[in-house]
C-alpha cells in the first residue's frame, strides 16, 4: 500500500513538470512570436519564409481617409498602421472630396516609417476674403502663424496686423513713432519695408531707406518703437534677431563685421568676426556665417556661440572665390547638423559645436554629399523640428530628409524671389501667379489658388485655412480657402 502511494505521488510529480515544462514552452512561444511580430517579423505564405518588415504608421489631415498599399486597400481609414514587407511600397490615401494623395515609399526592416503629414485639398475648396488692403508693398507671416503684419504703402511708416488664429480675422494698424524715424529732406524719396519677426512674435523690424541713406527701426505690437541705426550708432547692412531674446540682435555692418546689439543696454558688442559675407540664425545658441575672400582667395564659414565673443571657424575653402559658399546649422532631436554650400555640393554633417571662445576643436561627421544641379544660393533647414535640409537657387530646392536619409529636388512652377517658405515642417509653399504646396521631396503639387500675388502664404495655426493675397480691380486682399471640404 505504501509503495503504491509512492509510486502514484512520483507520477504526479512527473505530470506536474511536463504540465509545468509545457506551459514555460508556450510562454516562451509566445513571448517569442510578440517579440517577432513587434519587430516586424511576418510569414509569407508565398514561399514559407519569416520575413522582417516595418511598421508603417498613417495619418492624414483630415483624418478618415482610405489607404491604399500597392493593390489593397486596408480595412481601416487613417489614422492608422500596419505592417508591411521589406521593400518599394506605392502608397494611395483618398478621401471622398478632396485630391489624392500619392507616393513610391522604402519600408526598412524592423524600421518605423510615419505616413502622417499629407495634407489633402479639398476639390471645391470654400474662398472668403479675411482684410482689405489700399495695396501691399510687402508683407511678413510671424513666426507663430498667428498675425499677417503689411505695409500697405512703402511710403507710409503704417503696419497693418492681420490676426490669423481665428474664424473671423481682425486688422489693425501700428505707426511708427514720428520722433524715431529720422525725417526725410524735401523732394526725397524715401521707402519703409518689413525685415523680420522677432521669435516671440511680439516685435517686427523695418527698414527705412530715404536717398542713399538707411536706417533699422523696431516696432512692438503693442506700438513701441526704437530707431536702432540712431540709437546705437551703428551703419548696418543686414540684422536678425537672436532665436529667443528679443533684447538681442545680431548686426552685419556696413564695413563686414558681426556684432551683437543689446537693445536693453543699448550697447554694442565688438566684432565677433570680420570680413563677413553673411549669417544666418536657425537654433538658439549658435550664429553661423560665411566670409568673403580674404587677400589670399581664402573664404571660411564659422560660428559665434550665444554669448561668446569670439568666432571659430568650421571649414575654409581656398577655391571659392567665385563660388557660391553658404552655411547654416540645426538641431534635429539632439543631434546637431551644419550644411554648407560650396562649389555646387551640399555636404551635411553632424557633431557637436563646442563654445567658439573656447579651446575645444571642431569634430564633425559628413553624413551626406550632395550634387546640386542648379547651385544652391540659399541653405537652411525646415521649421520647428529642423529635420529636412535645404539648399535652393532658381526654381529648384534640393532637400534631404534627416530621418529617412535620402534627397529630392522640388521644382516650382516660377523661379523664388523670397527665398524658401514653409506651410509646416514638411509643406513648401511658393506663392506668384498661381500658388501651390508640395510635400517636401517635390511630390503631390498642390495648386491651391489662382491669379495670387507673389506675396507669403501661410497654414492658420489651428491648420483649418491657407492664407494668400490677391489683387482685385482697386484693392489688394487676403483670402482664405478652408481645407475642408463642403
Excluded: C
Excluded at 482610405?66 to 487613417?78: E, G, K, Q
Excluded at 547692412?237 to 528679443?246: F, I, M, V
Excluded at 556696413?254 to 551683437?260: F, G, N, Q
Excluded at 568676426?273 to 582667395?297: C, K, Q
Aim: aromatic share 8%; net charge neutral; charged share 15%.
Amino acid at each position: 500500500m505504501h509503495m503504491q502511494k509512492h509510486r502514484n505521488k512520483r507520477r504526479q510529480q512527473i505530470r506536474f513538470a511536463f504540465v509545468y515544462t509545457l506551459m514555460a514552452l508556450a510562454v516562451l512561444s509566445i513571448v517569442t512570436i510578440l517579440i517577432l511580430v513587434v519587430q516586424g517579423y511576418r510569414y509569407n505564405r508565398f514561399d514559407g519564409k519569416i520575413e522582417q518588415g516595418g511598421l508603417v504608421q498613417f495619418d492624414s489631415r483630415p483624418s478618415g481617409a482610405t489607404v491604399m498599399v500597392d493593390d489593397i486597400t486596408l480595412a481601416n481609414r487613417t489614422a492608422s498602421k500596419i505592417t508591411l514587407s521589406a521593400g518599394r511600397h506605392t502608397v494611395t490615401m483618398s478621401r471622398d472630396g478632396y485630391s489624392t494623395w500619392k507616393k513610391e515609399v522604402t519600408v526598412k526592416a524592423g524600421g518605423l516609417l510615419w505616413l502622417n503629414y499629407p495634407l489633402l485639398f479639398p476639390n471645391n475648396p470654400n474662398i472668403v476674403t479675411s482684410a482689405t488692403y489700399e495695396g501691399v508693398a510687402n508683407a511678413l507671416v510671424s513666426p507663430d502663424h498667428k498675425i499677417m503684419a503689411v505695409v500697405q504703402k512703402s511710403t507710409t511708416p503704417t503696419v497693418s496686423l492681420t490676426t490669423l488664429d481665428t474664424d473671423s480675422p481682425t486688422t489693425r494698424s501700428l505707426t511708427l513713432a514720428t520722433a524715431s524715424v529720422t525725417p526725410a529732406p524735401a523732394d526725397t524719396a524715401e521707402a519703409f519695408s518689413l525685415v523680420a519677426w522677432d521669435k516671440n512674435s511680439t516685435q517686427l523690424i523695418l527698414k527705412h531707406t530715404y536717398g542713399d541713406k538707411t536706417e533699422y527701426l523696431t516696432l512692438n505690437i503693442d506700438g513701441k518703437t526704437h530707431n536702432i541705426t540712431t540709437e546705437l550708432g551703428v551703419d548696418i547692412a543686414k540684422l536678425s534677431y537672436s532665436y529667443t531674446d528679443t533684447n538681442l540682435l545680431y548686426v552685419l555692418t556696413s564695413t563686414h563685421e558681426l556684432r551683437r546689439l543689446n537693445m536693453s543696454s543699448l550697447t554694442v558688442s565688438g566684432p565677433l568676426a570680420s570680413n563677413v559675407n553673411n549669417f544666418t540664425i536657425n537654433e538658439e545658441r549658435v550664429v553661423a556665417y560665411e566670409t568673403l575672400p580674404d587677400a589670399d582667395g581664402v573664404r571660411t564659414v564659422g560660428y559665434v556661440s550665444s554669448g561668446a565673443t569670439k568666432a571659430k571657424t568650421i571649414a575654409s575653402f581656398s577655391d571659392a572665390n567665385d563660388q557660391q559658399l553658404a552655411v547654416s546649422t540645426g538641431n534635429y532631436y539632439g543631434v546637431h547638423y551644419t550644411a554648407i554650400v560650396h562649389n555646387n555640393t551640399l555636404t551635411i554633417s553632424k557633431g557637436d559645436l563646442p563654445a567658439s571662445d573656447g579651446g575645444a576643436t571642431v569634430a564633425l561627421k559628413e553624413v551626406a554629399h550632395i550634387p546640386l544641379a542648379t547651385g544652391g544660393g540659399q541653405v537652411g533647414f525646415s521649421p520647428e523640428t529642423n529635420r529636412m535640409v535645404y539648399a535652393a537657387s532658381g526654381n529648384h530646392i534640393t532637400t534631404y530628409d534627416l530621418e529617412l536619409k535620402s534627397s529630392a529636388v522640388v521644382t516650382l512652377q516660377e523661379p523664388m524671389t523670397r527665398g524658401v517658405e514653409w506651410l509646416d515642417p514638411f509643406h513648401i509653399v511658393a506663392t506668384g501667379q498661381n500658388s501651390y504646396y508640395y510635400d517636401f521631396d517635390g511630390t503631390n503639387g498642390q495648386l491651391f489658388a489662382s491669379n495670387t500675388l507673389n506675396q507669403p502664404a501661410t497654414l492658420s495655426p489651428n491648420e483649418k485655412y491657407i492664407y494668400y493675397f490677391a489683387a482685385t480691380e482697386d484693392k489688394v486682399v487676403l483670402r482664405r480657402v478652408t481645407l475642408t471640404a463642403n
